[in-house]
């Protein structure tokens, strides 16, 4: 597919027209929501499953965070694949895999099985975000990317929503067992809708050989050597692994919160969960759009706005899983939602920012890994561990402590960002995906 442009400076435009570009963020939206309706029914079936197998919260926790380890071990290599292949096809194959793997979960019949089938789900959706991400990053301006990327990623939120519900409300009428299947058809056919559409040609990744001082391709250690040695990234990586880190327990445990602290039924605490994750999600969109418009005039606010996010995240979670059940901790739940998401379309762009154009989906697996092995994966089974040997509402507020870690990381990266993000500047707006070879960037880009 050749770039076409609207008369704007490369970089600055529409790599593809406009309404094109819109068309592919709608469908990979539809995807990225069922990738976490297919993820997050699971939330809803927890108490079901844990009386019919008699499991301990730790166990529960387990099987929550299988998709998110598998996500962790897959995502970088599955990301080098899709930065060197496709990334529709790349999406197509995985989403494919992740929606039958859902549907085997309602065949299983013991913990070992359900694990397997959890596994073989991150197995599936290890590449899926990058691989998007990577996509619109390259479609769409970056004056337009912390927006983008926001509305992508509040999908994420919305699947999580609608697979509370949705799981709590067939497992009430029909039985765990047939929410699992329900869930997975609809991914299965949009999975196949992405083989339709155009990808953009890889960019070409080269560097300068010492020997013979000429180009040559770079090899895949030498990308990772060159996202994880550069220090703003991994202090981006940190931050997003502590905020996902209480993210991913809230989206998982808050479900049972309901169910064991408000005595609410199992499809009433699911559709109050969903509620909560409503409002998360709105957070994302706003978020990505108010950052959007204070770069203008203040590049740092891209890291800055996230490290006041964090900050409020955790001020107002840990205020009201300090409180008994009432009114007030419900609404101050609802003030932290609202802000515990905002952080990700502003740091996803700008870890897009800090990166060749030919590394953009290994740069976001590198994020998927960190994010999902050391936040998502392993809040849930901490907040099970400390739930098992106090309770529950005990251990959402000891992770409510986490947003702080993140705050901090984003504040330091501020300081960073700008020097860091000047070395890939004239790359960034000469690179067009199909062009030449294009080398790594060994110093700031002159004035």
Not at 128 to 133: E, K, N
Not at 171 to 195: C, E, K, M, N, Q
Request: net charge positive.
């Amino acid at each position: 597919m050749k770039a076409q442009h609207d008369g704007r400076p490369a970089g600055d435009g529409f790599l593809i027209s406009r309404r094109h570009s819109h068309g592919v963020l709608l469908l990979l939206f539809v995807l990225m929501l069922f990738d976490f309706i297919d993820r997050q029914v699971l939330a809803a079936l927890l108490p079901y499953i844990k009386a019919e197998w008699q499991l301990s919260d730790t166990e529960l926790g387990t099987l929550v965070s299988a998709v998110n380890v598998a996500i962790a071990v897959l995502a970088f290599p599955t990301a080098v694949i899709v930065d060197r292949w496709s990334r529709t096809k790349s999406i197509g194959v995985m989403a494919v895999l992740w929606s039958l793997a859902t549907a085997a979960c309602s065949f299983a019949t013991s913990y070992p099985q359900m694990l397997a089938a959890r596994l073989l789900v991150g197995t599936g959706e290890a590449g899926y975000s990058g691989a998007g991400t990577s996509l619109l990053a390259a479609i769409y301006p970056a004056r337009l990317r912390s927006t983008v990327i926001g509305i992508y990623q509040a999908a994420g939120m919305v699947g999580t929503l609608l697979g509370v519900v949705l799981g709590g409300l067939i497992a009430t009428r029909w039985g765990w067992r047939s929410a699992f299947g329900v869930v997975a058809l609809p991914g299965l056919i949009a999975a196949i809708a992405v083989f339709f559409v155009r990808d953009y040609q890889t960019v070409a990744l080269k560097v300068v050989d010492a020997k013979t001082q000429s180009f040559r391709n770079i090899h895949w250690h030498e990308v990772a050597l060159k996202i994880f040695t550069t220090p703003v990234l991994l202090v981006l990586f940190v931050g997003q692994a502590a905020q996902f880190f209480f993210v991913g327990t809230l989206g998982n445990w808050l479900p049972s919160f309901f169910n064991r602290v408000y005595g609410m039924p199992l499809n009433v605490a699911g559709m109050r969960t969903g509620l909560v994750l409503l409002v998360a999600a709105s957070g994302m969109v706003l978020g990505g759009w108010v950052i959007d418009k204070l770069i203008q005039s203040m590049p740092r606010a891209r890291l800055i706005g996230p490290a006041v996010f964090s900050l409020m995240t955790s001020g107002l979670f840990f205020s009201a899983f300090s409180l008994p059940a009432g009114g007030l901790q419900q609404a101050l739940l609802y003030g932290g939602a609202f802000f515990m998401m905002g952080v990700i379309g502003p740091v996803i762009a700008a870890i897009q920012n800090l990166v060749h154009p030919g590394m953009r989906s290994t740069a976001a697996g590198s994020t998927a890994l960190t994010t999902n092995l050391f936040g998502m994966a392993l809040g849930p089974i901490v907040a099970g561990i400390v739930s098992d040997r106090t309770d529950l509402q005990s251990a959402l507020m000891f992770i409510s402590a986490a947003p702080l870690v993140a705050a901090l990381a984003y504040m330091a990266a501020s300081f960073m960002y700008a020097r860091e993000a000047a070395k890939f500047t004239n790359v960034v707006m000469a690179a067009e995906p199909g062009a030449g070879p294009m080398p790594l960037p060994t110093a700031p880009s002159s004035p």
